[in-house]
């Protein structure tokens, strides 16, 4: 009768460990992040500015993570379609983008019916650097300042015009927040991109324009164009001698292209930090860095909580400005 009676338990007891060893002994740990290729997203045509960035980082970057960055270019729809690809990707750290202001900001203060939202479909990874516009003019042009500039404007108003990479854009933006400010009237010329509106100005098609310092520093060292203002806060490291707008009298002026890097919402912690950390040795590694400098960007990373600040900041001062310059929504 005993043994009849201890046997259930002690057979219980059996199928009972031989099931937590499945469970805990038996089962592999959960691979660490990343242990595929990660892909990083670029929403404009290749050899851009952007794109650029992006390849200077894909090799630092694959090192330091132990897997291969992958890049994949999605242009469109002045870079909505690729954004609007990353907010839609799964929240595991394998599908990133890299991207300016211009699909945080200057999107959503121009267009109504976007794919994603600036401030609730991303995280931040880290902010890269920035590239301030600078505000160009053709050698001709009878101003060598932003003040002589602005009183040649008001003494002949809708006279004058300037170039920009097409509506919509920073370059159109900084044009229109430049008329706010300074009171003046000067036409707007949209180009299909920055390159025919740099042909223009050098050849005196246009007197002015708004254009980054990646494409503004070489014409500008060949004296093909002059420099009359950057439209940052603080002037370029890269070109000291050259005044801001705001320090010429406009001082909440600002228009300065920055450079991100994101992820779709929802990002496990551990790997938005393992991701900002990579990021961040890589922008700061010195040849890395120097590489970055090389192709006109400002380089200074920002943790990734950057980001959010940065679009909280900016995107109700562009909608003012929109506004104030009357220019309809899309």
């Given at each position: 009768m005993m043994k009849k009676y201890l046997r259930p338990p002690l057979l219980g007891l059996s199928v009972l460990l031989t099931s937590l060893s499945a469970v805990l002994g038996n089962t592999p740990a959960a691979a660490a992040f990343p242990d595929k290729p990660v892909t990083l997203v670029v929403p404009y045509p290749a050899g851009g500015a952007t794109d650029t960035v992006a390849r200077k980082l894909q090799e630092p970057l694959s090192k330091i993570l132990g897997q291969t960055v992958l890049i994949d270019n999605k242009p469109g729809a002045g870079t909505a379609i690729g954004a609007a690809i990353v907010a839609r990707a799964a929240a595991d750290g394998y599908t990133l983008l890299i991207s300016s202001n211009t699909?945080?900001?200057?999107?959503?203060?121009l267009k109504n019916n976007l794919q994603y939202d600036a401030q609730k479909s991303f995280e931040g990874i880290g902010v890269v650097g920035t590239s301030p516009l600078v505000l160009?003019?053709?050698?001709?042009?009878a101003a060598n300042?932003?003040?002589?500039?602005?009183?040649?404007?008001?003494?002949?108003?809708?006279k004058l015009s300037y170039g920009s990479f097409g509506n919509g854009t920073t370059s159109h933006l900084a044009g229109e927040m430049f008329k706010v400010m300074a009171g003046i009237d000067i036409v707007h010329v949209p180009y299909k991109g920055s390159a025919p509106a740099m042909t223009d100005l050098i050849g005196g098609q246009i007197p002015l324009t708004f254009?980054?310092?990646?494409?503004?520093?070489?014409?500008?060292?060949?004296?093909?164009?002059?420099?009359?203002?950057?439209?940052?806060?603080?002037?370029?490291?890269?070109?000291?001698d050259i005044p801001t707008i705001a320090e010429s009298?406009?001082?909440?002026?600002?228009?300065?292209?920055?450079?991100?890097?994101?992820?779709?919402s929802g990002l496990p912690a551990e790997v938005q930090r393992k991701l900002s950390s990579a990021l961040e040795t890589a922008v700061k590694e010195p040849t890395v860095k120097a590489e970055l400098q090389k192709v006109g960007l400002d380089v200074n990373f920002e943790p990734g909580t950057s980001y959010a600040t940065r679009v909280a900041k900016e995107l109700p001062l562009l909608r003012m400005y929109v506004e104030q310059a009357n220019i309809q929504p899309e």
């Open positions: 699909t945080f900001t200057v999107n959503p203060a160009l003019a053709n050698p001709k042009l300042s932003v003040i002589e500039l602005v009183a040649l404007a008001k003494k002949e108003p809708g254009d980054t310092n990646v494409a503004a520093m070489p014409v500008i060292a060949s004296g093909k164009v002059k420099a009359l203002g950057i439209a940052s806060k603080t002037r370029s490291p890269q070109m000291p009298g406009y001082p909440d002026f600002e228009m300065v292209p920055w450079v991100v890097i994101v992820a779709p």
